[in-house]
């Protein structure tokens, strides 16, 4: 079976490649600074700026593979947020804080993981799982 698959727009396919950068930047200031990665991904200026460019050229990538890489970070965005306040919960009940800060390390690797994962297979022109 073949998918029919629009053509690319390079200019569309280096926006995404700034995105990603912009998401990795606010990675890097996590990691440089007394941030941590989790609170810099949701909450810096370069990953917001992402986010916010990711849904104004969103309804452009309809039928491309450039669309599951949008698709690929507004999830790794929102699915960071969710489990960043899940790790803050557990770290106000009798579990405390060990477990949420556990649940943010590995929310920390899993960001990193999706930034890599994803870049590599822009890069090769490969669409992200859905």
Request: glycine share 6%; hydrophobic share 55%; proline share 3%.
């Amino acid at each position: 079976m073949t998918v029919a698959v629009a053509p690319i727009d390079e200019s569309l396919l280096s926006y995404t490649h700034v995105m990603y950068a912009l998401h990795s930047l606010a990675v890097l200031i996590g990691v440089t600074t007394f941030h941590t990665i989790v609170g810099s991904f949701i909450g810096s200026l370069p990953s917001i700026v992402a986010v916010v460019m990711n849904y104004a050229r969103r309804s452009a990538t309809h039928g491309t593979f450039i669309e599951s890489h949008f698709r690929w970070q507004l999830r790794t965005f929102w699915f960071a947020v969710l489990w960043a306040c899940v790790s803050g919960l557990v770290m106000l009940t009798i579990i405390g804080i060990p477990a949420g800060l556990l649940g943010l390390l590995a929310l920390a690797v899993w960001i990193v993981y999706r930034l890599v994962r994803g870049w590599l297979a822009l890069r090769d022109r490969k669409a992200m799982p859905v």
